[in-house]
């Protein structure tokens, strides 16, 4: 059993290119939706706190909207804006939750990235990163990043 006390991480690089631009509230959507999701799923699993899940899109234009969960009643709250006719999104995604397996985490929260985009209408890539957890037999004591998956 994990103990409630141990944080995992997840993060992701996610592009979304949808087949028809996307308006302002579309762009919006997506985000509270993938978020949502990913909160839902963390409380499914039983995780005994969520610390942050958050989602940050940015338009080539250079605006940015955030979506983010911070607790486990799993409410969306949202920052920034994005305009209409947005072509091409590209997000980051982070996820800090106590209690649920490091690698249990990683595959669950990739599912639902991939379920939410396959409710859009678009074609997407996603590139997923794992820290690992700190090694206490190893003398450097850095932090590794892995690339799991490019899509």
Do not use: W
Not at 94 to 121: C, F, K, P, W
């Amino acid at each position: 059993m994990m103990d409630p006390h141990d944080v995992s991480a997840y993060a992701s690089s996610v592009r979304i290119n949808p087949n028809t631009p996307l308006s302002r509230k579309e762009s919006e959507d997506i985000l509270v939706k993938m978020v949502g999701r990913m909160a839902a799923e963390c409380v499914r699993m039983g995780a005994a706190f969520i610390g942050h899940i958050k989602c940050v899109a940015y338009a080539p234009s250079g605006e940015c909207l955030a979506c983010s969960v911070t607790d486990m009643d799993g409410a969306v709250s949202c920052a920034g804006a994005l305009r209409d006719g947005m072509t091409r999104l590209d997000l980051i995604v982070n996820v800090l939750v106590y209690g649920i397996d490091q690698g249990a985490l990683g595959d669950h929260m990739e599912r639902e990235l991939v379920r939410t985009i396959e409710s859009t209408e678009a074609s997407a890539s996603i590139m997923t990163f794992q820290i690992e957890k700190e090694d206490e037999t190893r003398s450097d004591r850095r932090p590794s990043f892995i690339t799991l998956t490019d899509r």
